[in-house]
């Protein structure tokens, strides 16, 4: 975690010349009956590639914590870290905003997972937004339950949303988010997001409902915060 800050700090720092600039950003996330508490700072480059596009690389450091129940019904604290490399494709062209990426997944206890998200967001009127997405992931992990052995589970999530604009820098954000995985588990989210940007600086914060179809530990209500900072 130590090497994962400090290449995010040198991201972050990288001069603006050259047609490079950087990015960097932390988010924290809480919540559910398990206590979740996840840290994640930040920190990449955007290579403009013409007027329209852009190519975006970088590096996220996560750390996550919840409790574990054991066998007697006590609890217990797991943590784990995670690094996330992740190649992005961004276009802006008139009402159109596009975004493909690729990312790569490491981690404590041989955590590994690589996957992918699509997403597109379409101006309907002045200040009115329409947005969808998709977001798969494929990883071989015990995260989740950290006293099972190692196996692979794949994950998908289908998004839908729209950004409405109700002062000049300041809109709301709201999302259904409906998915799955390979054993068997159906998801839902219901999220209500408050963005605000000013400059380069982009402040996001986030209520979630989060549920599920089986016995799993982490339904319930979640806030999550960012800040972030894009040239």
Not at 10 to 16: D, E, I, M, Q
Request: net charge neutral.
């Amino acid at each position: 975690m130590k090497r994962a800050a400090a290449l995010c700090l040198v991201l972050a720092t990288l001069p603006l010349c050259g047609g490079v600039y950087p990015q960097f950003g932390v988010e924290a996330f809480i919540g559910g009956a398990y206590d979740l508490f996840s840290l994640a700072p930040w920190g990449g480059v955007r290579l403009p590639l013409d007027g329209q596009s852009s190519l975006i690389l970088k590096f996220r450091g996560q750390t996550v914590a919840f409790d574990v129940e054991d066998e007697e019904g006590g609890r217990r604290r797991s943590e784990s870290k995670i690094g996330m490399i992740t190649g992005l494709y961004y276009l802006q062209k008139g009402k159109v905003d596009a975004y493909g990426a690729l990312f790569q997944m490491f981690g404590s206890g041989g955590y590994n997972a690589s996957g992918g998200d699509v997403g597109l967001e379409y101006e309907v009127i002045r200040g009115i937004a329409a947005e969808t997405g998709l977001y798969f992931l494929t990883e071989r992990s015990n995260l989740w339950y950290p006293d099972e052995e190692l196996r692979r589970i794949a994950t998908t999530i289908w998004h839908i949303g729209a950004k409405v604009k109700v002062l000049r820098r300041l809109e709301i954000h709201p999302q259904l988010h409906l998915g799955g995985n390979s054993d068997g588990i159906s998801v839902s989210s219901w999220v209500a997001g408050l963005n605000y940007a000013r400059g380069p600086m982009y402040i996001t914060l986030t209520y979630t409902r989060y549920g599920e179809s089986g016995e799993y530990r982490f339904r319930g209500d979640y806030f999550s915060g960012g800040v972030s900072f894009y040239y």
